[in-house]
């Protein structure tokens, strides 16, 4: 069953002598359940696409359907409650809130939406990202690996439609990238989760169900 779709995706930055097509008339779908990888050198239009599927950009035209939904149909106010409750993000850098502890930074999106959350399943979900034991540490006092595992937490407690992930593991040793890919991988496989990943890691890209390469802005390959 289709969760996503992306119809004619283009964005254009600056005019004239200036003007960058970032992306050029991009379509693609996905599945529910599915774990796709994008792949492509700088430059390329991986982050922007990112950015558009997410809701955090606007494209210059184009549509993006998650789960049935016409995002950019939206005003930015819906906008932004439509991707706090359907799209998890994780960037490379975690961002998470240096005041908060694990359990805190983990459920901020819950508490934004002025939403319970269920302690089991959060117990649970500290189990699956090995956070157990660290759930009341505050990011400093956790390696990077920790604080990764951490935001992951974050984009899955709303249980989206979507997880959206930029670069997870580019600022992360060997060691703590695998991690990271084998949750990631745990969470799409037990939790059904749909992922879809930025890597310029084509190792790392091989562990997803499917691989889209970018090319100038255009998808030059997919399978």
Not at 25 to 54: C, D, R
Not at 89 to 96: H, V
Not at 97 to 112: F, S
């Amino acid at each position: 069953m289709e969760i996503l779709r992306v119809e004619n995706l283009t964005k254009v930055y600056g005019k004239d002598a200036t003007k960058v097509t970032a992306l050029d008339n991009v379509s693609l779908s996905i599945n529910k359940g599915e774990f796709v990888a994008i792949i492509g050198a700088s430059g390329s239009g991986k982050s922007t696409l990112l950015h558009l599927i997410g809701g955090v950009d606007r494209p210059t035209s184009g549509k993006v359907f998650i789960d049935g939904e016409d995002i950019y149909n939206l005003s930015d106010d819906k906008l932004a409650i439509f991707r706090r409750r359907q799209v998890g993000l994780i960037y490379q850098f975690y961002n998470l809130i240096p005041i908060l502890n694990v359990e805190e930074n983990i459920t901020l999106p819950m508490a934004l939406d002025n939403r319970s959350v269920d302690n089991e399943d959060l117990t649970d979900l500290l189990d699956l990202l090995g956070l157990l034991k660290r759930r009341n540490h505050l990011p400093n006092e956790l390696s990077g690996g920790e604080q990764q595992r951490a935001s992951i937490g974050r984009a899955l407690i709303t249980r989206p439609s979507i997880i959206l992930a930029d670069e997870p593991t580019g600022n992360l040793d060997s060691k703590a990238s695998d991690e990271i890919v084998a949750i990631l991988k745990k969470t799409n496989k037990e939790l059904k989760q749909t992922i879809v990943m930025i890597t310029h890691n084509l190792e790392i890209a091989k562990c997803a169900d499917r691989i889209i390469k970018l090319e100038d802005g255009h998808i030059v390959k997919e399978g």
